[in-house]
Structure formats: C-alpha cells, structure tokens
C-alpha cells in the first residue's frame, strides 16, 4: 500500500506536485492580537485515496528524499501568496517549514534564497520553520546555513521546541529569532503549573537573549487566559482559527 502511495507521490511531483495544496493558519501577535501573518501548511489530495493527512505523506516523501522538490514548491508557493497579501498588507509574514532532509542538501541556502529573490519580496517577509527534533548543536554546516538565511533578513523559527535535542543554553548559540514552544505544553496549560512554569521561564529566558516566542496550540479561552502576563510575542492556534483554502483565509483576513 506504502510503496502504490509512493508511486502516486512520485507521479504527482513528476507532474509540477499535481494535488498538493496550501493551507494557512493565522499567526498572531500579542497586545492587540492581530493577525500579522500566516504559516503555510501543506496538504495533498489523492485522486485514488481522497483527503490524505501529512503525518502520513510526508514521512515518505522524506524517505524518497521528494521533499526536495515538494519544499521548493511550498516555498514558492507560499511565497507569492505573501507577495499578493502584501498588496492589503504590507507587512504580511509567511512562515514555511524546512526539514531536516532538505538542510542536508548542499545547495539549500542558495536555493531558498533565489526563490525569495525570483519572488521580488524582502527576506523580512519569511520566516522558516526548523523542527528542534534535528540535532542542531555543533552542526557547523547548519549553522552556515541558518547565517546566510539571516543575513537576507529571513527569521528563523526553532519549531516544537521542548520535546528535541536543544537544551535553553544551546539556544543562545544557534542563530535563531523565534522560539516556537510545543503544543504538547499547552494540552492541559489551564491547570498543569509545570507547563505554565514552562512557557513562562522559556518566554523570560528568551527575551533576555533577544528571542521571540511562539505558543502554538491553543484552543480554549482558558488555555488563553493563561497566557496574559507571560511575555509571549506571538500565538497560534484553533482557538484563534484552523488552517484554511486561500480563498477562506484571504476572504476572512487580507481583503
């Protein structure tokens, strides 16, 4: 079944990634909790399976090393989508995923940064999404890569932290601008004192370092309220809306 799937996959990228899909989930900033962005989520719809869910096509376009190719269609996918909500928003951030497969390939640095050029928008436009299950620490050629990034004026974002490798003194050595805290802290936030103790000496620590934070996951009024008074820049989750269709998400935010 795997291995028919990986076939459509296969045929699909073959044919300029035929049935994948963005959809995207509001980002917002604390203070006047406005939507200030948006992080491009990938979605595939099989012709022969219907609606698949990511955890089950990207661990195998990871495999087939497809998410090569796929990534840099999200990239400049998401990428235009941004450059055409610049038009209503000119300050309009697109956050994009970037795997642990992709940093491996040579030339990703000067890939990412030709289609942020061929897309005409600052790098300030683009944030990427780095999963901190991936062994950054000590990884000379990752953090080349990170620099580069950030010298174009790219953020770059520590996904799911809390659950990988990086330890809170590690981040002061990775080149990064957004800590995004796991939503495995925020499940039971309204009435767990550790995760609260968590989120709230991460979001002190990191702005200490001159770090942002993230907290993604959030899905009811109490798990919100707790929030206030931490110094989290930035939320995410269902609470403020799901990923959705452009057209949905264009309808309801940009125009």
Known sequence: ???????????????????????????????????????????????????????????????SKLINVVGMWVLATALEQCKEWRRFDKDFSMSVNVSAVQLKEKDIAERVLNI??????????????????IQLQGNDNFMDIFNRWRDAGIEISIDDFGTGYS????????????????????????????????????AELAQTIG?????????TPEQFKVLQGMKVKYIQGYYFDRPMERHAFEAKYVK
Do not use: W
């Not at 942020?116 to 299950?133: F, K, Q, V, W």
């Not at 796991?182 to 609260?196: E, H, P, R, W």
């Not at 770090?211 to 959030?218: A, D, L, T």
């Open 211 to 219: 770090v942002s934070v993230c907290v993604e996951g959030i899905e």
């Open 167 to 202: 330890s809170l003194n590690h981040i002061r050595e990775i080149p990064i601008d957004v800590i995004k805290v796991d939503q495995s802290f925020v499940k039971d936030l309204a009435g767990d004192a550790y995760s609260q103790s968590f989120i709230k000496m991460v």
């Open 116 to 133: 942020l050029r061929e897309s005409g928008l600052p790098g300030s436009a683009l944030t990427i999404e780095i999963t901190e299950s």
């Open 1 to 63: 079944k795997s291995l028919q799937f990986l076939d459509e996959l296969q045929l699909s990228v073959k044919n300029g990634c035929e049935g994948f899909y963005l959809c995207y989930q509001p980002q917002v900033k604390t203070g006047n909790y406005q939507v200030y962005g948006a992080e491009a989520l990938l979605r595939y719809h099989s012709e022969k399976r219907g609606q698949v869910y990511p955890d089950e096509f990207i661990p195998l376009l990871e495999q």
